[in-house]
């Protein structure tokens, strides 16, 4: 009787196990690793160094990112390094006239300034991480360096300036430290494909760890030979700090994210309406979208998105209410716009879901696409989706600024031509691989319910 394997099993990509039935009856396993080359030394870094079920159990993009994230990180450590040094010669260690009492007053100054400006600054702009978090993550070690150098340059001015100095990089590190945290939160949350975002974030932490312990060592060798030396000193930070930009930036280029913000789905649109080459379905993925998202300054377009706005951006009188109702048929948000300030508002009801959020932006973005059309005189294509809208092109080149009716004129033409073309869009993006059941589109809070005829009492708010 010849052996039968009865049964073979897998650890992730890199293991495979058989059990083969001999013929005497006895069960035998043999296991087996896909790549030989150093099995025990790889197994260990990757049992340590990277989340159980690597790379299956998180994105395509992770290890590229990571790579050029630890790069970020060693250099990092050694601007630390070389800050911390100025600072504390700037606190006068090694300086017989300072005092304990005058450096442990600075250190209480520089940590309440933190611990103030964390708290206005998550109070102010914490919303909007979420939608750009590669934007506010490049945003944050920039601003990181900024702080170091700042650091740096505190042994050069009077020992009076000190504590200002102290308190303005320790109000940089809040910032850095709550955007970076936020941000790092939102990409652990994209990288995690198997609801296993604690794991993903732990061995973050340990990669981090690893890097920092080396970058130390590597610190206490250089610290001794740059001691004194102010030239030196510079050109090792100014080397420090490019290295640390470009790594950083190359990682949140790396990223690709599958979920819609304004940026990313201004880009799809656009392409979509111009019948861009480059195109899958009509819509491109969202890998070839990523890499075109600004990272750094903020994208250019015709006119300004506001999501979840209150009713009085869109209308002052019952003739703009009968005008705004009837140019936004009956979706569930209503959308207006004001030509003189570059605004498209839209209001969103109650019962608004995200693909009606998805929807509004996509007329928000036929309107930018008519305007744009407009000011750059492109002939439109009549086997293109911009065909259809020829007609709002005319009205953004009859001249002059646009009256109160031509706006609403506008709203109504773009609600047509995004009832025509929105089922093709979205089935296309889904197609493409873009996440639509939620969006990082950024609404604002503002919901509403309204009626032509009147709403209950009971339904005002």
Not at 96 to 115: H, N, P, R, V, Y
Not at 168 to 180: D, E, H, K, P, T
Not at 188 to 210: F, L
Request: hydrophobic fraction near 40%; proline fraction near 3%.
């Amino acid at each position: 009787m010849a052996d039968t394997m009865v049964c073979r099993e897998t650890y992730g990509s890199h293991t495979e196990g058989r059990y083969v039935k001999q013929w005497d009856g006895s069960i035998k396993r043999t296991e087996r690793n896909k790549d030989a080359t150093f099995t025990g030394i790889r197994t260990f870094v990757r049992d340590v160094f990277l989340p159980l079920g690597y790379p299956e159990s998180v994105s395509e993009d992770y290890m590229s990112y990571q790579l050029w994230d630890t790069l970020q990180a060693f250099c990092s450590t050694i601007i630390g390094t070389l800050a911390t040094h100025a600072m504390l010669k700037g606190a006068g260690v090694g300086d017989e006239t300072a005092t304990a009492t005058a450096a442990t007053i600075t250190w209480l100054l520089k940590d309440g300034t933190s611990m103030t400006g964390r708290i206005m600054f998550a109070w102010y702009n914490s919303s909007n991480l979420d939608c750009d978090c590669k934007k506010w993550r490049l945003f944050a070690d920039i601003l990181n360096d900024t702080a170091f150098c700042v650091q740096i340059l505190a042994p050069a001015f009077s020992r009076s300036l000190y504590t200002l100095i102290a308190c303005i990089s320790g109000l940089c590190f809040a910032i850095v430290g709550l955007v970076g945290g936020a941000t790092r939160a939102a990409l652990t949350m994209h990288q995690a494909r198997r609801n296993n975002m604690a794991d993903v974030s732990a061995k973050d932490g340990s990669q981090e760890t690893m890097v920092n312990l080396a970058g130390l060592l590597v610190s206490l060798m250089i610290t001794p030979i740059v001691a004194g030396h102010t030239s030196l000193t510079w050109s090792l930070f100014l080397l420090a700090v490019t290295m640390h930009i470009y790594a950083n930036f190359r990682a949140v280029k790396s990223v690709v994210m599958e979920t819609l913000n304004q940026a990313r789905f201004h880009i799809v649109c656009q392409a979509f309406l111009d019948c861009n080459q480059q195109q899958i379905n009509g819509v491109m993925n969202p890998a070839v979208v990523n890499p075109l998202e600004p990272v750094i300054w903020s994208q250019t377009r015709p006119f300004t998105l506001h999501l979840g706005v209150q009713l009085s951006r869109l209308l002052q009188s019952s003739p703009d209410l009968d005008e705004c109702l009837h140019s936004n048929d009956k979706e569930h948000y209503l959308m207006g716009f004001n030509n003189r300030k570059g605004e498209i508002n839209v209001v969103l009801h109650h019962n608004a879901t995200a693909e009606d959020v998805i929807k509004a932006c996509f007329q928000a973005e036929i309107i930018m696409f008519a305007k744009k059309q407009a000011s750059e005189n492109h002939p439109i294509q009549r086997q293109a989706p911009s065909h259809f809208v020829k007609d709002l092109i005319d009205v953004f080149t009859n001249g002059g600024p646009l009256s109160n009716a031509e706006c609403w004129q506008v709203i109504r033409l773009a609600n047509q031509t995004c009832n025509k073309l929105f089922p093709t869009c979205i089935a296309q993006m889904q197609q493409a691989g873009w996440i639509t059941s939620h969006t990082l589109l950024g609404p604002d809070e503002w919901r509403a319910t309204w009626s032509d005829t009147g709403l209950e009492h009971e339904k005002i708010f």
